[in-house]
């Protein structure tokens, strides 16, 4: 049967990319090169990975993150999309907490620890942090290759919850947890198609380090949220798009421990 709404958008969208061609003269040999490469990625295969990374993230944060559109008129965090890896059941730990990692963990230590606010300023008491992040080889733990496939992952083997936990910040909104600097995270094989195009377009064929977050409270819209590092030249070049000025964090060294601030601030349900 005819549906309207999606006639309505199918409308639109075409006309975007009448109004795109049109704004930058874009030629007939110019989108014959454009169609002749998204036929040869679906024929090897790669075409599902290059419309999840460029195209399908961004569409999160303007579809799912619209409790936190326009950050700007309140001071809310920026909500940044959670990606393929989040898996729901991660354990309850203490606050302090120490994410869960093998006696023999690689990687850099690191102690992330911040408040919890509304965007009137008052400490929102027991906010729930859902904390998930890659190993320093770049793996996530309890997922599968049909989880988050296109995607590669170095190590699929990895113990249950590894890296993964849920931190309740106590009455003043403040949290705590050690957990280590995590790895990098190859979006596209060296030599593919995908790859070559990310070239093309300067932009980096791995994410930039991050920390994902999950934060709710009572009365307050869920973020999501990634914490980046500063000093990473991989998040001027991100591949979907840019990483939001509040999301990056300088790491402060105290000897051998590296530390982060980051504060989250949520904004009140209506």
């Not at 809310?76 to 393929?84: H, K, S, Y």
């Not at 989040?86 to 354990?91: N, S």
């Not at 939001?244 to 105290?254: E, G, Q």
Request: overall charge negative; charged content about 20%; hydrophobic content about 40%.
């Amino acid at each position: 049967m005819p549906n309207d709404r999606l006639t309505v958008v199918f409308n639109d969208l075409q006309q975007a990319v009448a109004d795109v061609v049109t704004k930058h003269a874009v030629t007939p040999a110019e989108f014959d090169a454009a169609v002749e490469w998204i036929e040869e990625s679906v024929r090897a295969k790669e075409f599902s990975l290059a419309a999840l990374l460029l195209f399908s993230f961004p569409v999160q944060n303007a579809t799912f993150g619209q409790a936190y559109a326009n950050p700007e008129k309140d001071g809310a965090t920026a909500w940044v999309m959670p990606g393929p890896a989040y898996v729901p059941g991660a354990p309850p730990l203490p606050n302090p907490a120490v994410l869960p990692m093998r006696p023999d963990e690689p990687g850099e230590p690191l102690v992330v620890s911040g408040t919890v606010r509304s965007t009137s300023g008052e400490p929102v008491a027991g906010a729930l942090l859902d904390v998930w992040q890659a190993t320093a080889e770049g793996s996530y733990s309890d997922l599968t290759p049909e989880m988050v496939a296109p995607l590669e992952l170095p190590d699929w083997n990895l113990p249950e919850h590894l890296l993964r936990g849920k931190i309740r910040a106590d009455e003043q909104g403040r949290y705590e947890y050690r957990t280590i600097v995590p790895g990098l995270e190859r979006v596209a094989a060296p030599g593919s198609r995908l790859a070559d195009l990310l070239a093309t377009l300067d932009r980096a064929d791995e994410r930039p380090l991050h920390i994902h977050a999950i934060v709710s409270g009572d009365g307050f819209h869920t973020l999501t949220h990634q914490v980046h590092f500063a000093g990473d030249p991989r998040i001027a070049r991100v591949t979907e798009g840019a990483v939001p000025a509040d999301s990056v964090h300088r790491i402060n060294h105290d000897g051998d421990l590296r530390t982060l601030n980051c504060d989250y601030v949520l904004r009140p349900v209506a």
